[in-house]
T-cell receptor, first 114, second 112 residues
Framework: EPEVTQTPSHQVTQMGQEVILRCVPI?????FYWYRQILGQKVEFLVS????????KSEIFDDQFSVERPDGSNFTLKIRSTKLEDSAMYFC????????????FGEGSRLTVL | GQQLNQSPQSMFIQEGEDVSMNCTSS?????WLWYKQEPGEGPVLLIA?????ELTSNGRLTAQFGITRKDSFLNISASIPSDVGIYFC????????????FGQGTTLQVKP
């Protein structure tokens, strides 16, 4: 069964360092997303991406964040200068359409900022 | 903004018991979804509801889309240990960008 894959599964970084989280969405999906989940809290939307551009972003997704689809398969989230409060699970998701709500999530990348 | 409120926050039940959890909103959603998250994993879609009043089953799971479009419930019958996890309701936001809004989740623990 096709799945969304994410790397790394866990990254530990020093405050102020740049981090890139990588995702391979399901191949015939057109919409891509990043969500994050701080430990014990709900899943929060960061950004949606369609047709090679951001279609919506949340207030969490400030200038320190960026997304890119550098080739036909990868979808990356970059955090330019990490802060302690960026520590969270980051989930990539993809979907065929935008209005069904049927998202497929990866297993997540745990980011720990020290 | 659009928000989803889930209750209860957590449940601790005996294996074999039935479970019911609820999700409400102050605004209308045209789609309601229930996701389950197991420890160390991403959310997985359980049930999607597209029509007000719709009642849908998936094995031991049953969910209903409230007639007002402002609420939904999820029932699990005859719970088993592998039902353990966090259950999230979710709904697409306005704007047709695919963004989902999630509730805070209901944590379910099942005692064998």
């Amino acid at each position: 069964e096709p799945e969304v894959t994410q790397t790394p599964s866990h990254q530990v970084t020093q405050m102020g360092q740049e981090v890139i989280l990588r995702c391979v969405p399901i191949s015939n999906h057109l919409y891509f997303y990043w969500y994050r989940q701080i430990l014990g809290q709900k899943v929060e939307f960061l950004v949606s991406f369609y047709n090679n551009e951001i279609s919506e972003k949340s207030e969490i997704f400030d200038d320190q964040f960026s997304v890119e689809r550098p080739d036909g398969s990868n979808f990356t989230l970059k955090i330019r200068s990490t802060k302690l409060e960026d520590s969270a699970m980051y989930f990539c998701a993809s979907s065929k359409g935008a209005n069904t709500g049927e998202l497929f999530f990866g297993e997540g990348s745990r980011l720990t900022v020290l | 903004g659009q928000q989803l409120n889930q209750s209860p926050q957590s449940m601790f039940i005996q294996e074999g018991e039935d479970v019911s959890m609820n999700c409400t909103s102050s605004s209308i959603f045209n789609t309601w979804l229930w996701y389950k998250q197991e420890p160390g994993e991403g959310p997985v879609l359980l049930i999607a509801l597209y029509k007000a009043g719709e009642l849908t089953s998936n094995g031991r799971l049953t969910a209903q889309f409230g007639i007002t479009r402002k609420d939904s419930f999820l029932n699990i019958s005859a719970s088993i240990p592998s039902d353990v996890g966090i259950y999230f309701c979710a709904g697409p936001s306005l704007g047709n960008t695919g963004k989902l809004i999630f509730g805070q989740g209901t944590t379910l623990q099942v005692k064998p």
